[in-house]
């Protein structure tokens, strides 16, 4: 039998892994199908259950059910151990793994794809949240001189210090507390995007060449990126490389091959404009 994955989300109809996976499957010559899953909000165990049942091998996860992947996972790794949630799942026998590939898909976009080394650098990351929670370690992992994180509550920026102090130095405030601080590499994981809606950072955030990356993708120029373009940042990416590169590392560690994401990532690129 062909073997089979999916990803799981509601709404999922937007996903673009089955594209993805399908693509990387062809690549590398690996015989399996892909598929979407809409769960029920209340039904994501169920869902996953009936999916394992009749004999899929693994699952990404998306919104708003990566926390529960979590909770789910029999033997969950350190990166989503740390992060509260997983992004994949693989099943084997009784047990099911859980992994978070959403940081070292960012980091590699970042250093693979853009080119920018986080070795050295200052580095920030906007929002608490989640999707920070799953960047922190692999970023910390890279040796930046500064790594910081900022949010509108800066008590959620302080509490992610702590949680994350036996394996980073953290810095952590408020935006206003990045006053008279300049950054290399600024990373939005908010969703103020999605929404319309601006961040109120203080000018002189963007070190001369920094990069700016919004791990929203496929809208074009967002408003953080816009902020940052009339800051005069000039290297300005979204977060269609990350979805592809975790995706990547999901197919690694189902498969065992590491599928080449360069096409797959020029095929889903929208112009930042």
């Known amino acids: 039998m062909t073997d089979r994955y ?4 509601h709404p999922i109809s937007h996903s673009k892994s089955p594209q993805i ?9 690996q015989s ?15 869902t996953v259950e009936a999916f394992r049942r009749e004999g899929g091998r693994g699952v990404n996860v998306t919104l708003p ?6 909770e789910l996972a029999t033997h969950p790794s350190e990166a989503a151990r740390l992060a509260g949630a997983a992004n994949a ?5 009784d047990r099911i793994l859980g992994e ?7 980091v590699n976009d970042l250093q693979v794809n853009l080119g920018r080394s986080l070795k050295g650098r ?5 929002g608490a949240g989640g999707a920070t929670r799953g960047a922190l370690l692999p970023i910390a992992q890279q040796g930046p001189a500064l790594l910081a994180v900022a949010n509108r509550s800066a008590d959620k920026a302080h509490a992610l210090r702590t949680d994350f102090a036996a394996h980073a130095a953290l810095q952590s405030g408020g935006y206003a507390d990045l006053a008279g601080e300049a950054f290399d590499v600024v990373i939005n994981a908010t969703s103020a995007g999605l929404a319309g809606e601006a961040l109120p950072l203080p000018a002189g955030l963007f070190a001369p060449g920094a990069l700016a990356y919004d791990m929203v993708y496929g809208k074009g120029l967002t408003p953080f990126l816009r902020q940052a373009r009339e800051a005069g940042v000039q290297t300005l990416a979204d977060g269609v490389g990350m979805l592809v590169e975790q995706a990547a590392e999901a197919f690694l560690w189902w498969r065992g091959v590491r599928p080449s994401t360069k096409q797959v990532i020029a095929a889903l690129t929208v112009p930042l404009a």
């Open 100 to 106: 978070n590939f959403d940081g070292i898909g960012l």
């Open 21 to 29: 996976h399908t693509a990387f499957a062809q690549a590398t010559g």
């Open 6 to 9: 999916a990803v799981i989300g």
């Open 89 to 93: 799942l693989k099943f084997e026998g």
């Open 122 to 126: 200052r580095v920030l990351l906007l």
């Open 32 to 46: 399996l199908t892909y598929t979407a899953i809409e769960a029920p909000l209340d039904g994501f165990a169920a």
């Open 65 to 70: 059910f990566k926390l529960q992947a979590r």
